[in-house]
């Protein structure tokens, strides 16, 4: 019965946001299909990251987990599914698909208006943030994590994905799909999108981070640093652990932020 409920939440979701991307970029062709994948990848994601934090938190009765930039609620759906976690999402306007969202599957997400570097939170509320593909769009992102560690549990953590600038240098950028965009500094960037391709006219993107360390360092202390990657377990070579421990964190695909010192025997899983 809950695979059934998931599959119809899916197919809810997938309907509107294929409708509201399709309109919103249908002079654009290329850019469509990159934001409508990334649209409907959203809650393939959500999946990823609830099982993931069940398998963190096993047997933990109440589980409070915050969307930090949630966007349209895509990875909110799969959590807000699960009984034992309690979903909010904070974004700093409302989109109309959450609305639609909220009314069409009755999930008991909470959402809220607000700026992530002001949470309207206590102290120590959640257990974990989620702050996915949003860091590189805001200025001051210090104020925000500062922010983000406030709302935190002690021993509680953030889960941050943005593109790791190394991944794209000779890509298409992820954003707007143009070659080679991130080799330049990001004032450039902002012209060859808003002139010379004519990809938007509004450019929000504040800095893409080559370094998961330069973002650790935006969180107050005491904090650590724990990686995800979104390969399947599998036995390592000596060359593919040695790879994993030196270089393989400057390609991150997911970092974890987590409130207080590593722990030695900190058990982590791929997602």
């Known amino acids: 019965m809950e695979n059934i409920e998931l599959e119809e939440i899916k197919k809810i979701y997938f309907s509107i946001m294929e409708k509201k991307v399709k309109d919103d970029y249908k002079n654009s062709n290329d850019l469509l299909l990159e934001r409508l994948k990334f649209a409907l990848g959203r809650f393939e994601e959500g999946e990823g990251i609830s099982s993931y934090i069940k398998l963190m938190e096993k047997g933990k009765e109440k589980i409070k987990i915050l969307d930090a930039g949630c966007g349209s609620g895509g990875v909110m759906l799969p959590l807000?599914?699960?009984?034992?976690?309690?979903?909010?999402?904070?974004?700093?306007?409302?989109?109309?698909?959450?609305?639609?969202?909220?009314?069409?599957?009755?999930?008991?997400?909470?959402?809220?208006?607000s700026d992530i570097r002001n949470l309207p939170f206590p102290d120590k509320y959640f257990d974990w943030v989620l702050f996915l593909d949003t860091i590189e769009h805001i200025k001051n992102p210090e104020i925000a994590c500062k922010e983000i560690h406030r709302v935190l549990k002690n021993d509680g953590f953030c889960m941050i994905t943005t593109p790791c600038r190394w991944k794209y240098l000779f890509k298409r950028d992820p954003h707007f799909g143009i070659f080679f965009l991130l080799l330049f500094p990001n004032k450039i960037q902002k012209l060859l999108v808003e002139k010379f391709f004519k990809r938007t006219k509004n450019y929000d993107i504040e800095k893409i981070f080559f370094s998961p360390f330069s973002i650790l360092r935006l969180f107050p202390k005491p904090?650590?640093?724990?990686?995800?990657?979104?390969?399947?377990?599998?036995?390592?070579?000596?060359?593919?652990?040695?790879?994993?421990k030196t270089l393989r964190k400057y390609f991150f695909d997911k970092i974890l932020i987590k409130k207080g010192k590593k722990k030695k025997h900190f058990q982590l899983f791929k997602i």
Do not use: D, W
């Open 80 to 113: 807000a599914l699960e009984k034992n976690f309690e979903i909010y999402g904070v974004e700093k306007f409302i989109h109309s698909e959450i609305q639609e969202l909220k009314m069409k599957t009755n999930l008991p997400f909470n959402f809220c208006i």
């Open 223 to 244: 904090r650590s640093i724990y990686f995800l990657y979104n390969e399947p377990l599998h036995k390592e070579s000596l060359f593919e652990k040695a790879y994993r």
